[in-house]
């Protein structure tokens, strides 16, 4: 079932808060302080910060709901897969 809400904070370029903190299922964005990191964080910024998304929990990790999430219909986890390929 897909649940709507809008984020709050991007953590870094895999996980962001709604009411809830959210993860990226599938995609392993680099961490903040390593090469890139901040590359990821800000690029995932820019695609969903202050705005209303879709998400569908598939898991759960470290206090996390993984999730597949969707703008407009496009899936967020998958523009973040390509974008960190080109890293």
């Known amino acids: ?5 809008t984020v709050t904070k991007v953590i870094d370029g ?9 993860r990226l299922a599938r995609v ?5 302080n390593a090469p890139n990191g901040q590359k ?3 690029k995932l910024e820019s695609l969903i910060l202050n705005k209303s998304i879709t998400y569908e929990q ?3 990790s ?7 999430i969707w703008l407009n219909g496009a899936s967020i986890n998958d523009m ?8």
């Open 14 to 22: 895999d996980t962001f808060w709604t009411s809830k903190k959210i």
């Open 28 to 32: 392993e964005a680099p961490e903040l």
């Open 1 to 5: 079932m897909a649940t709507r809400a």
């Open 40 to 42: 990821a964080k800000q």
């Open 80 to 87: 973040m897969i390509r974008f960190l390929e080109t890293l």
């Open 62 to 68: 470290y206090d996390r709901i993984v999730a597949e």
């Open 58 to 60: 598939v898991g759960t």
